[in-house]
T-cell receptor
Framework: DADVTQTPRNRITKTGKRIMLECSQTKGHDRMYWYRQDPGLGLRLIYYSFDVKDINKGEISDGYSVSRQAQAKFSLSLESAIPNQTALYFC????????????FGPGTRLLVL | DQQVKQNSPSLSVQEGRISILNCDYTNSMFDYFLWYKKYPAEGPTFLISISSIKDKNEDGRFTVFLNKSAKHLSLHIVPSQPGDSAVYFCAASASNDYKLSFGAGTTVTVRA
C-alpha cells in the first residue's frame, strides 16, 4: 500500500466551484505539504504544516486554504476555483527529525473549466 | 524569483552512456540538496541527496556532485538505462526551515 495517498486522482470542475483535495499518510511523519506543478515551473509550495496545530503559507497560497484534521490527514481547498488553478497537485510528508527529505503522493490532476 | 534553476529542459542520451544533469542555486543558506525522479502520472520519488559538508555522494549508478563556491550541483547517471527516462527535479533546503525549493525539471530520454 502507498505511504502517501491522494484523492481524487483526477477532477474536472467549473469556475466558481469549491473543491477539496485530500491527502493521507501512513508514514507517521509530522510535516505535510501541498505543492502545485505547472509546466516549466517545477513544484511550488502552497501550504505546509509542521504539526496538527501549525499551518503556514507557502509561496503561492492565494486562492487556497488547508485543514490539518489529524497527524495523518491534510486537505487542500479551492474556495472558488478559477481556470489558472488548473495544475497537478502533490501532497508530501517529511519527518520532524532527520534531513527533511520529502515523500510525495501520486498527485491530483485538476482541470478548472 | 526562482532560487533553484535547471537550465536544460531536456536531455537525450544513448543507452549505456553517461547522463549529466545540472542545477544552480542562488540562496547561500541552502545546505541540503536532493534529486527527485518523476514518471508520468506518478508523484516525484526521492533519488539521492547531498549535505553541504560533502562534495560527492554515490548510490549505485547515481552520483551527485556539489560545488558550493559555484553554487552548482550535478547528477551523473552511469550507465544510462531506458528506465531512467523521466523528469528529474533538483531541490534544495536550508536546515533552519526544511522547506524545499525546486527547479523546473529536466526531461531525460534514454535512446536504445
Amino acid at each position: 500500500d502507498a505511504d502517501v495517498t491522494q484523492t481524487p486522482r483526477n477532477r474536472i470542475t467549473k469556475t466558481g466551484k469549491r473543491i477539496m483535495l485530500e491527502c493521507s499518510q501512513t508514514k507517521g511523519h509530522d510535516r505535510m505539504y501541498w505543492y502545485r506543478q505547472d509546466p516549466g515551473l517545477g513544484l511550488r509550495l502552497i501550504y505546509y504544516s509542521f504539526d496538527v496545530k501549525d499551518i503556514n503559507k507557502g509561496e503561492i497560497s492565494d486562492g487556497y486554504s488547508v485543514s490539518r484534521q489529524a497527524q495523518a490527514k491534510f486537505s487542500l481547498s479551492l474556495e472558488s476555483a478559477i481556470p489558472n488553478q488548473t495544475a497537478l497537485y502533490f501532497c508530501a510528508t517529511s519527518d520532524l527529525k532527520g534531513t527533511g527529505t520529502q515523500y510525495f503522493g501520486p498527485g491530483t490532476r485538476l482541470l478548472v473549466l | 524569483d526562482q532560487q533553484v534553476k535547471q537550465n536544460s529542459p531536456s536531455l537525450s542520451v544513448q543507452e549505456g552512456r553517461i547522463s549529466i544533469l545540472n542545477c544552480d542555486y542562488t540562496n547561500s543558506m541552502f545546505d541540503y540538496f536532493l534529486w527527485y525522479k518523476k514518471y508520468p502520472a506518478e508523484g516525484p520519488t526521492f533519488l539521492i541527496s547531498i549535505s553541504s559538508i560533502k562534495d560527492k555522494n554515490e548510490d549505485g549508478r547515481f552520483t551527485v556532485f556539489l560545488n558550493k563556491s559555484a553554487k552548482h550541483l550535478s547528477l551523473h547517471i552511469v550507465p544510462s538505462q531506458p528506465g531512467d527516462s523521466a523528469v528529474y527535479f533538483c531541490a534544495a533546503s536550508a536546515s533552519n526551515d526544511y522547506k524545499l525549493s525546486f527547479g523546473a525539471g529536466t526531461t531525460v530520454t534514454v535512446r536504445a
